[in-house]
């Protein structure tokens, strides 16, 4: 079945530094990639996502770039804000939707 | 609010015991899954169903059975509970057309198992 890996497992940045997550994926079915945020003690939300016949999206301050040949997948943070600040998924599924498997999760420090 | 809704939000139980979480999918998704998150833990997938029938299974005890039913509102039963058993447990939904694949999560059920 399908392994996603994470990381770093915990990333601390200075405010208005930028930060990259890293994840990679085993299966090469898997066509959606998205990105969730999870604040302590709330839901994940959903930030951003990328299909596979996308390289790279875009908003605002979050970007999210896709290297189907590795295998891998990032998320970008630009000019990082303490409300960054939170635990970070990445996730990996077939068939649009199917069979959903998360990495680890990255926790993310915007230190003042 | 993502239009998932999970109930109870809060749960505390004694070892040994059943409990039953409830969840109701987003209007129009088909799909429901759960996941367990222990404290300061990752998103384990648990089960996912489509339309009434098991779909995909993952990490999930034979103590645990979840069903969903011909509303799409699903269940998650957890018995003879053990400590380790607390935990958020939360459920999500995706939808079968529009923007696929997107999976949204409720506000999660906290159980503490005492």
């Known amino acids: 079945g399908e392994n996603v890996e994470q990381h770093p497992s915990t990333l601390s940045v200075q405010e208005g530094d930028s930060a990259v997550i890293k994840c990679t994926y085993s299966?090469?079915?898997?066509?959606?990639f998205p990105w969730y945020k999870q604040e302590l003690g709330k839901r994940p939300q959903l930030i951003i996502d990328i299909r596979s016949n996308v390289g790279e999206k875009k908003d605002q301050r979050i970007a999210v770039t896709l290297n189907k040949t590795a295998k891998h997948f990032s998320l970008h943070i630009t000019e990082t804000q303490p409300e960054d600040s939170a635990v970070y998924f990445c996730?990996?599924?077939?068939?649009?939707?199917?069979?959903?498997?998360f990495g680890p999760g990255t926790r993310l420090s915007v230190l003042p | 609010d993502s239009g998932v809704t999970q109930t109870p939000k809060h749960l505390i139980t004694a070892t040994g015991q059943r409990v039953t979480l409830r969840c109701s999918p987003r209007?129009?998704?088909?799909?429901v899954y759960w996941y367990q998150q222990s404290l300061d833990q990752g998103l384990q997938f648990l089960i996912q169903?489509?339309?009434?029938?098991?779909?995909a299974k993952g990490n999930i005890l034979e103590r645990f059975s979840a069903q969903q039913f011909p509303d799409l509102h699903s269940e998650l039963n957890l018995s003879s509970l053990e400590l380790g058993d607390s935990a958020l447990y939360f459920c999500a939904s995706s939808a079968s057309q529009g923007r696929l694949g997107t999976i949204y999560f409720g506000e999660g059920s906290w159980l503490t198992v005492v």
């Open positions: 996730a990996a599924s077939i068939n649009y939707g199917q069979n959903f498997v």
């Open positions: 169903y489509y339309n009434g029938e098991e779909r």
């Open positions: 209007s129009g998704d088909l799909s």
């Open positions: 299966d090469s079915a898997s066509n959606y």
